[in-house]
């Protein structure tokens, strides 16, 4: 067992491309269910289009990258606005269902074969990335501390993404201080209650949901830099589960939620998979019991008994407030 | 009742005596890089066909001929791009590529994977498909969209019922349908049983399994005041530890039956169907005719449709609403548990063959209107149609969206569902 490797991998995943990936998500969500109640099941699906856009952009259609950026954040309003007509009137469970169903319609379709000359099919899209590597003011080499180091084109990445994560925590936090942020509160605690004041219920619900969604996409590109490719599979329902996870770990209605909640989770996942991975490959776990393509597996177990524990005992996470949590609505 | 539950759930069970059935498909298997696939012309498997491999543009890599199960196999050194071409002069005669400009795809495949490659046969070869016209396919697909809207009905009808007693919206109800299928192909090929008693013994499982969740998690969960949308996140955690405790001891194959595998399929007319199909479809109408009955006749039926209704009310003219919510557990566990074992003959067993098809369940029931059990029956049917009937206008791959988006409108239009009754649902 090499304890060094483990502390440092987990450190690495904890400050990593998936942790900044899953903070963007997960602010996402925060500001949809967290803030607004709205439970949407679907932020892969806003993952994807951004990076899809981006990556249809410039390597399907030859565009410039940031107008690519750009087709990305508008599919994703696109996406929200599409979802929220039909289903924002609709009770949570009702929500809940579609948006999953709105992922699942997006990853089949573009992992369709017939439309491969676009989207790539199941092999996705490579080689979008060189516009943004070009501007890459870090050169050839291994940045960090210690034994945590990322190369040049992760340290970039991460780079953006942080601030991204920053800039995303303080519009967060800037509007739920403004009024249309107590607007989203209310409508969260009783919706009757905010319409009879005369407000539109329906449309802060979408703008809720665009925001939400918005910040999603930004996940996507983070996603799509990170990797240099995109892949219907990637955006799989288990990442929106995932997301909701680090929202309620860290705390729904936090601003620092889920970031906090983004690196536990992180810390944690790589932690448990380093040592399970190290346990086996040592012989302390006989390969009877579990063996390496299992440890995969024990993974997404892990975050299941988590997601269920905490809701069961702990529903307001590390930060939260538990009359702040939306969950008793019918 | 207790024993009213157990005993219709071994009546259940006991209905699966009739079955028999399974289609061909392929299987994954273990190791390095590999391109491989299936051969079946007409759902018969075609032995002896030469394929050879090439990286694309350069040097062949290997060869390999189909075994009488139709399966071959080609190790690659790496990933990356190869070229696979079908010796279309090894095919039996009259049987033929159904697409000629097909005999060599170019495929990637990724380090560490095994790449699934697909080559369309059939008797006849192009012609065949030429000589069919799209309309001359409508038969058929119905016929194959009702048989799946059955099975759905059948996971959809617990579904249903589950969420009309205790309001749950449960994402963990497609892990049932899997189980099902894992139990009997567990005591189908591990333990060596006929498929027959191996089905019967899975479906008790099944049915044990919602008994055990009901009694003592969700029941446990309602008793501490736990909320609804509070439950169905539980429900979702419990989803992904099931599947994965599935996948960490079944791993991720795709497997068959080792029973009723390969069937010679029978003409009826513009239809054609395998005998085992048959014998499942009568499974599915009897245990849906059977259900229904008992909620209309029995006094067993009448008060889950008080509780479902309303639970004080049915508490307060003497129901013991906890038991009602148990059986209808049990039972509605119990099928969707011979819903997965039917889908498995048809399609293969995996580990996540239940959550593949908990949206199309989902669809089903708010089509039909959530919490009735009659409206899940026609909105399955309808899912179950519109999938098979949408590949007449839209990709094979893509057959599951037709159904999802009419899912999407219904809920625009008439969000209470067909059969739901008109209240405000937002």
């Known amino acids: ?330 | 009742m207790r024993k009213a539950a157990i005993a219709l759930t071994a009546f259940l069970g006991g209905l699966l005596i009739v079955l028999g059935l399974g289609a061909g498909s392929a299987s994954a298997q273990e190791g390095g890089e590999a391109v491989q696939g299936t051969l079946v012309s007409a759902g018969q498997p075609v032995a002896g066909v030469k394929i050879d491999v090439k990286v694309e543009g350069g040097v062949a890599v290997g060869n390999a001929v189909s075994d009488d199960k139709g399966k071959w196999r080609v190790d690659v050194p790496s990933g990356g791009r190869y070229e696979i071409s079908l010796d279309t002069a090894t095919l039996p005669e009259g049987v033929g590529l159904i697409n000629p400009d097909q005999q060599t795809l170019r495929v990637q495949v990724f380090s560490g994977n095994v790449r699934t490659v697909l080559f369309r046969i059939a008797p006849g070869g192009a012609a065949s498909e030429k000589s069919e016209s799209k309309w001359d396919r409508v038969p058929q697909l119905i016929f194959d969209g009702i048989n799946f809207g059955l099975i759905i009905a059948l996971a959809a009808l617990g579904l249903s019922l589950i969420y009309g007693t205790t309001g749950l919206t449960n994402f963990a109800h497609g892990e049932l349908v899997t189980l099902g299928a894992l139990g009997a192909y567990y005591f189908n090929v591990t333990v060596g049983l006929n498929l027959i008693p191996a089905a019967i013994l899975a479906v008790v499982v099944a049915g044990a399994l919602g008994y055990t969740q009901d009694r003592f998690f969700w029941g446990w969960l309602r008793r501490r005041g736990t909320g609804l949308i509070a439950m169905m996140i539980v429900s979702i955690g419990l989803a992904l530890v099931l599947r994965n405790l599935y996948l960490y001891f079944f791993r991720g194959q795709s497997r068959q039956y080792s029973d009723y595998t390969i069937q010679a399929g029978l003409d009826f007319g513009p239809v054609n169907v395998t005998p085992a199909t048959l014998f499942g479809m009568a499974i599915e109408i009897v245990i849906i005719a059977a259900v229904g009955i008992a909620l209309l006749r029995t006094r067993l039926g009448k008060a889950t449709r008080a509780v479902a209704d309303n639970p004080s009310l049915a508490a307060s003219s003497g129901i013991d609403v906890e038991r009602v919510i148990r059986i209808v557990w049990t039972v509605g566990a119990a099928i969707a548990g011979v819903a997965g074992i039917l889908l498995a003959m048809q399609q293969s067993v995996n580990y996540q063959m239940g959550f593949q098809i908990l949206l199309l369940v989902f669809a089903g029931v708010i089509l039909g209107g959530l919490g009735t059990a009659f409206g899940a029956l026609v909105g399955s049917l309808i899912v179950g149609l519109m999938i098979q009937l949408s590949t007449l206008f839209i990709p094979e791959e893509m057959k599951n969206v037709g159904a999802l988006l009419v899912l999407i409108v219904v809920l625009l239009i008439r969000p209470q569902g067909i059969l739901g009754r008109a209240e405000r649902v937002g």
């Open chain 1, 1 to 330: 067992m090499n304890w060094d490797t483990i502390f440092s991998v987990s450190v690495e995943s904890a400050i990593g491309t998936s942790a900044v990936i899953y903070t963007l998500a997960a602010i996402g969500i925060n500001v949809q269910f967290g803030y607004t109640g709205l439970l949407n099941f679907g932020q892969a699906a806003f993952m994807a289009v951004g990076a899809y856009g981006l990556a249809i952009g410039v390597a399907t259609w030859g565009l410039n990258f940031w107008l690519s950026v750009g087709i990305g954040l508008a599919a994703a309003v696109a996406l929200a606005l599409i979802l929220g007509v039909p289903t924002l009137r609709l009770r949570a469970d009702y929500l809940a269902i579609v948006t999953i169903a709105a992922a699942e319609i997006f990853r089949i379709t573009v992992r369709t074969s017939n439309y491969r000359d676009v989207t790539g099919g199941t092999d996705g899209l490579q080689q979008f990335s060189g516009a943004f590597f070009d501007i890459n003011p870090y050169g050839r080499g291994e940045y960090g501390i210690g034994p945590v180091s990322f190369d040049e084109r992760t340290t970039w990445v991460l780079t953006i993404g942080w601030i991204l994560v920053a800039l995303c925590c303080l519009v967060v936090y800037l509007l739920m201080r403004s009024p249309w942020g107590r607007v989203l509160k209310a409508i969260r605690e009783d919706e009757d209650a905010v319409r009879s004041l005369g407000k539109n219920v329906f449309s802060y619900k979408m703008q809720s949901l665009v925001l939400g969604g918005v910040i999603g996409a930004l996940a996507g590109f983070i996603f799509a830099l990170s990797t240099g490719s995109v892949t219907p599979d990637s955006y799989a329902p288990e990442v929106t589960f995932f997301a909701y996870t680090i929202v309620i770990l860290g705390g729904a209605a936090r601003v620092l939620g889920p970031v906090v909640g983004a690196v536990i989770f992180w810390l944690f996942i790589q932690f448990s998979d380093q040592v399970l991975r190290q346990a086996i490959s040592a012989g302390y776990i006989p390969n009877s019991v579990m063996d390496t393509t299992q440890v995969g597996a024990v993974r997404f177990i892990l975050v299941g008994l988590g997601l269920m524990l905490l809701i069961i005992f702990r529903p307001q996470g590390i930060f939260g407030d538990k009359r702040e949590i939306a969950l008793d609505a019918r």
